[in-house]
């Protein structure tokens, strides 16, 4: 199977890797992306900069990795959630938000990992582009799922209104606007829903 937007060359992960890929986690997140070099990377990693490049080929898919791993994560964390919210479309809803609320307090404190990552990386040339972009595009398909089973007759709007809701909160928290913005655009949806 080739390369697509929906699916991002992968590399498999040595231990060497592994180390490599957890310290660019690290620092990507903290610094930023563009602040960081592939020498610090290798330095917080303990391994040469060559092992980086026999590994990764380029910074580009330590990104790619980086990212593709949160977004993972990111994902695995949500469905658990979701799995133990039970049938109700409202408390569905509602515990998207929740786990939003835990993820960013105990992943997130600088806001979404994509969200930054997309300051940074805006060209849609560039191969991590796709999994930013692509697990936004999830989320709305998320949003529509759960708002079919409120609103049959309108559920793109209401997901829309979800996920607007939703992905202010992820910014408003990363940016520190005001304290818990996650626990507010959960209030608001509540509203929104009843």
């Given at each position: 199977m080739g390369t697509t937007a929906?699916?991002?060359?992968?590399?498999?992960?040595?231990?060497?890797?592994?180390?490599?890929?957890?310290?660019?986690?690290?620092?990507?997140?903290?610094?930023?992306?563009?602040?960081?070099?592939?020498?610090?990377?290798?330095?917080?990693?303990?391994?040469t900069k060559k092992t980086l490049y026999d590994r990764f080929g380029s910074k580009e898919q330590i990104v790619v990795e980086y990212l593709a791993d949160r977004d993972e994560r990111w994902r695995a964390f949500l469905g658990e959630r979701l799995d133990t919210a039970g049938p109700d479309p409202l408390e569905r809803v509602l515990a998207v938000f929740d786990a939003s609320r835990a993820w960013a307090r105990d992943s997130s404190p600088k806001g979404c990992s994509m969200?930054?990552?997309h300051a940074e990386i805006s060209d849609p040339a560039h191969p991590a582009?796709?999994?930013?972009?692509?697990?936004?595009?999830?989320?709305?398909?998320?949003?529509?799922?759960?708002?079919?089973?409120?609103?049959?007759?309108?559920?793109?709007?209401?997901?829309?209104?979800?996920?607007?809701?939703?992905?202010?909160a992820l910014v408003a928290h990363g940016l520190n606007i005001f304290p818990d913005a996650i626990a507010d655009a959960r209030e608001q949806a509540r509203a929104l829903l009843a």
């Open positions: 929906e699916n991002p060359r992968r590399i498999t992960l040595t231990p060497a890797a592994r180390r490599a890929l957890e310290a660019a986690a690290r620092l990507f997140y903290e610094r930023g992306i563009h602040a960081v070099g592939v020498d610090l990377i290798a330095a917080e990693a303990g391994v969200v930054n990552a582009h796709p999994i930013i972009t692509g697990q936004k595009q999830w989320m709305l398909a998320l949003f529509t799922g759960l708002a079919a089973d409120i609103a049959p007759d309108e559920p793109a709007r209401l997901a829309r209104a979800l996920m607007l809701l939703h992905e202010g």
